[in-house]
């Protein structure tokens, strides 16, 4: 999501409501200046929103209640569902489920599986280019010249460096080797 928000410019414009990895994952890409750790309000939201817009992990309660928050407040809102499993479960907290009025899902195998697990509910599904995919793309463009194709295997490391939702300061992400892989590939071939 720190990626979509970086390449839509609209990080001046946006509070953040952030804890956990996401506050590093988010000073990585947007830097210190944006990041702003607040509790979210109790009651509701000001008003003063456009769009509210979560991520959809399970790991804490605090985007399920950005969503509530928004609902209550009549604010528009959308989840970012960058996963491809438990979707109900992301939205579910103590036997309810809370749903934004949009998903965002980033290809074809989330759009078809998303429409088949909330096709009994009134949410708005949608699908969006990748922001970590058009990245990528954008780091091996004019660098490296390969005259067949190219396979790239990694693990998820970044989970390796997590622990009980901290990050630990040194951790290297799989999107981090990518770029040294690209870098050292475009030097290569």
Same mark, same amino acid.
């Given at each position: 999501?720190?990626?979509?928000?970086?390449?839509?410019?609209?990080?001046?414009?946006?509070?953040?409501?952030?804890?956990?990895? !996401?506050?590093?994952?988010?000073?990585? +890409?947007?830097?210190?200046?944006?990041?702003?750790?607040?509790?979210?309000?109790?009651?509701?939201?000001?008003?003063?929103?456009?769009?509210?817009?979560?991520?959809?992990?399970?790991?804490?309660?605090?985007?399920?209640?950005?969503?509530?928050? !928004?609902?209550?407040?009549?604010?528009?809102?959308?989840?970012?569902?960058?996963?491809?499993?438990?979707?109900?479960?992301?939205?579910?907290?103590?036997?309810?489920?809370?749903?934004?009025?949009?998903?965002?899902?980033?290809?074809?195998? !989330?759009?078809?599986?998303?429409?088949? @697990?909330?096709?009994?509910?009134?949410?708005?599904?949608?699908?969006?280019?990748?922001? @970590?995919?058009?990245?990528?793309?954008?780091?091996?463009?004019?660098?490296?010249?390969?005259?067949?194709?190219?396979?790239?295997?990694?693990?998820?490391?970044?989970?390796?460096?997590?622990? +009980?939702?901290?990050?630990?300061?040194?951790? @290297?992400? +799989?999107?981090?080797?990518?770029?040294?892989?690209?870098?050292? !590939?475009?030097?290569?071939?």
């Amino acid at each position: 999501m720190a990626k979509m928000i970086k390449r839509s410019n609209l990080a001046k414009e946006t509070d953040f409501y952030l804890s956990g990895p !996401a506050e590093n994952i988010f000073f990585q +890409e947007l830097g210190r200046p944006f990041i702003e750790r607040r509790n979210l309000p109790a009651d509701g939201f000001s008003g003063d929103y456009d769009i509210v817009l979560t991520g959809s992990g399970w790991s804490s309660n605090q985007e399920i209640q950005g969503i509530r928050l !928004a609902n209550k407040s009549n604010i528009y809102c959308v989840s970012v569902l960058d996963h491809w499993s438990n979707y109900i479960r992301r939205f579910s907290r103590q036997g309810e489920t809370i749903l934004p009025r949009e998903l965002f899902v980033f290809d074809k195998w !989330a759009l078809e599986r998303a429409r088949k @697990v909330f096709k009994e509910k009134e949410v708005k599904i949608s699908q969006l280019e990748d922001p @970590v995919i058009v990245e990528l793309k954008s780091l091996l463009k004019d660098r490296i010249r390969c005259k067949s194709r190219m396979l790239y295997v990694s693990e998820p490391i970044s989970k390796s460096g997590m622990t +009980e939702n901290n990050i630990i300061d040194n951790l @290297v992400t +799989e999107e981090m080797a990518f770029r040294k892989f690209a870098n050292i !590939a475009r030097d290569k071939f």
